[in-house]
């Protein structure tokens, strides 16, 4: 699907242009034309991109294959920008998925491909037919409402991160069970993920906020250089949530330990009451030699309560050694 916005100066914004009125569109020095390629067939898409922008094949090919990081390259007349959306879902289980973004940004136009929808371009094209004062500013002033957009919806997503990183710190302190130790490797393996965006896509600010490019008006630099602040505040927050998601495995792991620990030590309590016991049941349950005496009364009932006695009062007496000791 395409999706078009075109602005001239003193006349109403535009809608849904046919493909065919973009040559004469682009012709037009004081006018915005913003084309959208929402999950359109790459055939199509090439046409278009290479027959009436003109772009550059190998630009285009990067923006068909979507598999880039973030990035900016300079073309001349023109600059190719890949971003990237984040989408987290932690209804079922965690997970972290990211859609691709690919700008071409010129003098009067901004063409943007992806094969997923995007909030934030959603958000930008109702903005842009709400208020003009997006668009009589010129294209790279769009390219900063979007790239805002972006950006300012990475927000949510660490937020609700972070509320897992909470509940995942009580389920350790409260019950460190296999699942638990699941959902940290998922919150290491999102913090990663996001990490790797981050952080390149704050040098791609960076470039725009500083570098000289044809297209973008020195003074919308400072915009850029916002941006450029909220994604190094990003990374800072994502250095942290990580340090708290290693400290939540260091905890998991010490909880375990103690939790064994507990477990080998009444084991090892049990064992130790029982094996005076069990000494004395094997010292005269042996039958090597053939009595030389009579010791019927050692079988009599008498005898039984007697070593009944000694078996229950010795390791009884053995616990309360041990609790004075303070080895229990």
Do not use: C
Request: proline share 5%.
């Amino acid at each position: 699907m395409i999706r078009t916005l075109y602005h001239l100066p003193g006349q109403d914004m535009r809608a849904d242009i046919p493909v065919k009125e973009f040559a004469a569109l682009l012709k037009e020095a004081n006018g915005l034309l913003w084309v959208d390629f929402d999950a359109e067939p790459d055939p199509s898409a090439e046409s278009i991109l290479t027959g009436i922008f003109r772009f550059h094949h190998l630009a285009v090919d990067d923006a068909l294959e979507e598999t880039h990081t973030p990035k900016i390259d300079e073309w001349g007349e023109y600059i190719y920008i890949v971003l990237n959306a984040m989408n987290f879902d932690a209804s079922d289980g965690l997970d972290l998925s990211t859609t691709e973004l690919d700008i071409f940004l010129g003098p009067n136009y901004i063409v943007t491909h992806h094969d997923q929808p995007i909030a934030a371009l959603e958000k930008a094209r109702e903005a842009f037919g709400r208020d003009k004062r997006y668009t009589v500013h010129g294209p790279d002033h769009m390219l900063y409402k979007i790239i805002d957009n972006l950006v300012a919806d990475y927000m949510p997503i660490v937020e609700a991160i972070d509320d897992q990183i909470d509940r995942v710190e009580d389920e350790v302190l409260v019950k460190a069970a296999p699942d638990t130790l699941e959902r940290i490797f998922s919150l290491k393996r999102i913090l990663l993920a996001m990490r790797r965006i981050i952080t390149p896509q704050r040098e791609v600010l960076n470039k725009l906020a500083r570098d000289d490019y044809e297209v973008i008006d020195p003074q919308d630099r400072v915009f850029f250089r916002d941006i450029y602040d909220h994604l190094v505040r990003l990374h800072d927050l994502n250095e942290s949530m990580r340090d708290l998601v290693s400290g939540a495995l260091d905890t998991y792991l010490s909880v375990v330990n103690n939790r064994m620990n507990e477990v080998m030590k009444t084991l090892t309590i049990i064992t130790t009451l029982f094996m005076p016991i069990s000494f004395l049941t094997g010292f005269f349950g042996m039958n090597f030699f053939e009595p030389a005496a009579d010791f019927s009364r050692w079988t009599n009932q008498p005898a039984f309560l007697l070593a009944m006695g000694i078996f229950v009062i010795l390791p009884i007496g053995m616990f309360f050694w041990m609790k004075r000791r303070t080895w229990v």
